[in-house]
Every structure is written in C-alpha cells, then in structure tokens.
C-alpha cells in the first residue's frame, strides 16, 4: 500500500509545475474583482485642491472676529465658487459665496457655513452682501489638499482583490487603469458513466452531475474564469479525447472522479495506458494524508499548440471537491495569476480559530477537514465521550462562555462530520474546521482552526441552517 504523504508535500509537488501567467493591465471599469499585480502609488493628491467642506461663504478668518447674531460682521459678496469652477482670488474685506466641494478662492482660508449667516440655504439670487453670525476660525470648515493622500504616496498593495471602494479609491488618486493578475482559464472535467444532468430524470445507479457545477463555480469565486464543463465517461480512450479537448483553451485543468483504485476509474486507467514518452496525457497519482479528499492525482495534458496544461485530478464525492479544491486548487490558482507571495493569507490555509460546540471522532493518521458553521455556544453539560459527538452538544467554560469575549463557536453541518457525500449540507459550510492527524477526538470546547470558504460569511455570528 502507497505511504500517505502530508497536504503540505503535496501541494507543494502541485505548485512546482505551475508556471504563472504574466500580469495585464486594465481599465478601472474593467478592474472590479480583479487582484492588484502591483503596489501602486497616488497620482494626484486627494483632495486634490484645498476646497469647502460646506455650502457657505468664503472669507479671510480675521474678518470675522467677534461676528455673532447679536453683532453680525457684514461682507460685500464678491462672486460664486459653484463646485468644478476655478475661482477669482478672494479680495480683502469680501466673501465668496462657495458650494461644497468647490475650490477655496486664494486669499480664503475659512468657509462660514450658510446657516450661520442671515442667507437661506439652497439656491437663490447672489447677494449683494453677507451678514456672518458667528465667528470663524483659520481652516474651519476647510479640506485641504492632500489631506487625505499625498501625489506619490503608496496607496494600495499587490494582492488586494478590487472591491468597488478600492476601485473608487483607485479613480480618486488619478489613476485610469491598473495592474492586475491575470485571470486563469480553467475547464473541468467530471468524470463517470453514472453521471447525469440536473434535473434529468435518473435510472438506476445513475446519479445527478453535481461536481461540474460545484467545480465551475468555486473557480469563479476564486478569480479565475471557467472556460468549459465537460464529462467523460469511465474509459480511458473517452477521457483522453474529452481532456485533449479541454486542455485547447486552458491553463488549468480540473477533474472530479476516477482516481481512486476501482476497476473502472478512468485517470488511473489513462496514467496507467499513457506513461510512454510522448503520451498526450502524463498523470501521478498520490495518497493524501487528509480526509475526505485523501486519493489525489496532478500532471499535464499535452495541447494541440504544444503546451503542457496542468491538470489536477480530484476524488469524486462532493465533500471531497470542495475540500480539495479549497485546500489544493485555490494555491494553485493563485500561483497562476503569480499573486501567492503577495496575498497576506495563502488560499486553503487557516486564518480563523473558533470552538466546538461538539465533539466528533477523528480519522486516525490523517488531518481532518470539517465543514462547519458557527453557531451559538453550547449550554448543556456534556455527556459521554466524543465517540457519539455529532448527536450533542456540550458544556462550555465560565469564562469561554462570558458575554462580549469574542469567542466563536462551531458545529459540523451535518451529525456524520466529514463524511464525504454530505452534498446537500454544503450549502451551510461557512468554513472548514482543520483537525490535526495526531489528533484522535475533538471535544466541546476544544479550539480549531479554521479556513474560511469563499462565499460565506465567517464573521462568528451564529447563523441558524438546519442541515439533513
């Protein structure tokens, strides 16, 4: 029987044939969701121009001094500062009349606003003149330009994924296009005979295509863009025509099925028919120390251009998809559009901890991924031992349990754990909670790391999905 070898060696061995793709440059209208390829630095200063924080009046601050209701100081009104515009310089003894966000006059150096002076807010006639009720003060109610950033100041780092604040943020410093990784093309192939669309009506042994799906979209959530879904059935000649195929428009190839030791799995019987110099289709096949997911495969698949496309050959059961893709094909991923050494947390490793609101027994010698959700701390003792966890809840620790200490709480999706072909809990994973292999059970109270899913929510807010 092969040695299992640690996830870590393993996906390093992935990583090794990865070869990233080259960097782009884009429109920021084109930018959202993309990852940044480089630091980039302020252009323009933000605010660009020292300007009004308020609709008011444009003055000189020592021409206000002792203004109030009782004994108002009057201005003559010298013109209007509408925002856009680029005003007179401001002469001594006299006011502007200034829109918010307009550029303060030279000469200014306060605005007063409209409501502390005898004009009505919003739009009407210039005035010949101002009454100041109150006061002003030197930069009252002023931005001034560069408050906020400085032309040449670092404003964003490599890595960060564009939400539509950053690409705003990216517009306000100047700049009109930006860096970013490129966006791997990636085809999935499932494969099996017994393998049905959605919604198709099934005979006997046959089951629906949920891997194609699953697959498609956990590599949209992670950047890159799917480019094909494509199914083979359980003999070798099919896959290597159907993966030839793929490997036309990809840079990244991705299978569910078929690699275990079963007498129809159509990966082993394809590495074992096509290890000859020259093979289309090169594949090694790997025991994983993890569970589910531990039967791996990874290689490449020879293009027509002549490019070797990896491929990364995944077990078939849906817990084991989604656990191997988050923990396998994620860094990959991110290896391909060359932002892993720029990310501040490599995908498929552990950014959270939490609690365990039950216990559950664990595989012997090898690490554990549990789909789990967070949830409310438990509140009754516990009972027996962590053999019968998924059915209970336990006791928690005074001061684990004490309002306000940020403590996050965890419960499997499903009472069976880990088990492989839970597809219909799925949906309620916000993460995976990771169990050490030395580890032989967890127990209530017992602290996990977790690796958040893309997708959900792992903020430590209990959220109530009552899984089958």
């Given at each position: 029987?092969?040695?299992?070898?640690?996830?870590?060696?393993?996906?390093?061995?992935?990583?090794?044939?990865?070869?990233?793709?080259?960097s782009?440059?884009?429109?920021?209208?084109?930018?959202?969701?993309?990852?940044?390829?480089?630091?980039?630095?302020?252009?323009?200063?933000?605010?660009?121009?020292?300007?009004?924080?308020?609709?008011?009046?444009a003055?000189?601050?020592a021409?206000?001094?002792?203004?109030?209701?009782?004994?108002?100081?009057?201005?003559?009104?010298?013109?209007?500062?509408?925002?856009?515009?680029?005003?007179?310089?401001?002469?001594?003894?006299?006011a502007?009349?200034?829109?918010?966000?307009?550029?303060?006059?030279?000469?200014?150096?306060?605005?007063?606003k409209?409501?502390?002076?005898?004009?009505?807010?919003?739009?009407?006639?210039?005035?010949?003149?101002?009454?100041?009720?109150?006061?002003?003060?030197?930069?009252?109610?002023?931005?001034?330009?560069?408050?906020?950033?400085?032309?040449?100041?670092?404003?964003?780092?490599?890595?960060?994924?564009?939400?539509?604040?950053?690409?705003?943020?990216?517009?306000?410093?100047?700049l009109?296009?930006?860096?970013?990784?490129?966006?791997?093309?990636?085809?999935?192939?499932?494969?099996?005979?017994?393998?049905?669309?959605?919604?198709?009506?099934?005979?006997?042994?046959?089951?629906?295509?949920?891997?194609?799906?699953?697959?498609?979209?956990?590599?949209?959530?992670?950047?890159?863009?799917?480019?094909?879904?494509?199914?083979?059935?359980?003999?070798a000649?099919?896959?290597?025509?159907?993966?030839?195929?793929?490997?036309?428009?990809?840079?990244?190839?991705?299978?569910?099925?078929?690699?275990?030791?079963?007498?129809?799995?159509?990966?082993?019987?394809?590495?074992?028919?096509?290890?000859?110099?020259?093979?289309?289709?090169?594949l090694?096949?790997?025991?994983?120390?993890?569970?589910?997911?531990?039967?791996?495969?990874?290689?490449?698949?020879?293009?027509?251009?002549?490019r070797?496309?990896p491929?990364?050959?995944?077990?078939?059961?849906?817990?084991?998809?989604?656990?191997?893709?988050?923990?396998?094909?994620?860094?990959?991923?991110?290896?391909?559009?060359?932002?892993?050494?720029?990310?501040?947390?490599?995908?498929?490793?552990?950014?959270?901890?939490?609690?365990?609101?039950?216990?559950?027994?664990?595989?012997?010698?090898?690490?554990?991924?549990?789909?789990?959700?967070?949830?409310?701390?438990?509140?009754?003792?516990?009972?027996?031992?962590?053999?019968?966890?998924g059915?209970?809840?336990?006791?928690?620790?005074?001061?684990?349990?004490?309002?306000?200490?940020?403590?996050?709480?965890?419960?499997?999706?499903?009472?069976?754990?880990?088990?492989?072909?839970?597809?219909?809990?799925?949906?309620?994973?916000?993460?995976?909670?990771v169990v050490?292999?030395?580890?032989?059970?967890?127990?209530?109270?017992?602290?996990?790391?977790?690796?958040?899913?893309?997708?959900?929510?792992?903020?430590?807010?209990?959220?109530?999905?009552?899984?089958?």
């Amino acid at each position: 029987m092969a040695q299992m070898i640690p996830l870590e060696d393993y996906v390093a061995r992935v990583l090794e044939a990865i070869v990233p793709l080259a960097s782009t440059r884009v429109a920021l209208g084109e930018a959202h969701g993309r990852i940044l390829a480089e630091d980039v630095s302020a252009v323009v200063p933000v605010p660009p121009w020292t300007n009004s924080a308020m609709d008011g009046y444009a003055v000189r601050a020592a021409e206000t001094s002792g203004a109030s209701a009782q004994a108002p100081v009057v201005l003559p009104v010298a013109g209007d500062v509408p925002a856009g515009a680029a005003p007179i310089p401001l002469a001594p003894g006299s006011a502007q009349r200034i829109m918010t966000g307009a550029m303060l006059p030279e000469g200014a150096d306060a605005v007063v606003k409209v409501e502390d002076t005898d004009q009505a807010p919003g739009p009407h006639p210039l005035p010949e003149r101002v009454e100041i009720h109150a006061a002003a003060r030197e930069g009252l109610n002023v931005r001034r330009a560069g408050e906020n950033v400085r032309a040449g100041d670092s404003v964003m780092a490599a890595g960060t994924r564009l939400s539509a604040a950053a690409v705003s943020a990216l517009a306000s410093v100047g700049l009109g296009s930006v860096p970013v990784a490129a966006r791997a093309r990636v085809a999935v192939v499932s494969t099996g005979a017994e393998l049905r669309d959605a919604g198709e009506s099934l005979a006997p042994g046959a089951i629906p295509d949920s891997n194609g799906l699953l697959l498609a979209g956990l590599v949209s959530e992670h950047g890159a863009d799917c480019v094909s879904v494509a199914r083979s059935g359980d003999s070798a000649e099919e896959l290597a025509a159907v993966l030839r195929r793929a490997a036309a428009g990809a840079d990244l190839i991705v299978t569910s099925g078929g690699v275990s030791a079963g007498a129809f799995d159509p990966l082993t019987m394809l590495a074992h028919a096509d290890q000859h110099e020259g093979a289309p289709v090169h594949l090694d096949f790997v025991k994983v120390a993890m569970q589910p997911g531990k039967p791996q495969g990874h290689g490449w698949v020879r293009a027509d251009d002549g490019r070797r496309v990896p491929i990364i050959c995944l077990p078939g059961n849906p817990v084991s998809v989604l656990v191997s893709f988050t923990t396998i094909v994620a860094p990959a991923l991110a290896r391909l559009a060359d932002v892993d050494s720029c990310l501040p947390d490599l995908p498929g490793r552990p950014t959270l901890t939490a609690r365990a609101a039950a216990a559950w027994r664990t595989p012997p010698g090898r690490r554990q991924h549990v789909p789990v959700r967070f949830t409310e701390p438990p509140t009754e003792p516990a009972a027996g031992s962590g053999a019968d966890a998924g059915d209970r809840i336990g006791a928690q620790s005074e001061s684990d349990a004490a309002p306000g200490t940020g403590v996050s709480w965890v419960t499997p999706t499903h009472r069976l754990g880990s088990g492989s072909h839970l597809v219909a809990s799925l949906p309620a994973a916000q993460a995976l909670a990771v169990v050490a292999a030395e580890v032989e059970s967890v127990e209530v109270g017992d602290e996990l790391s977790l690796i958040p899913l893309t997708g959900s929510c792992p903020s430590g807010r209990p959220v109530r999905v009552d899984a089958p």
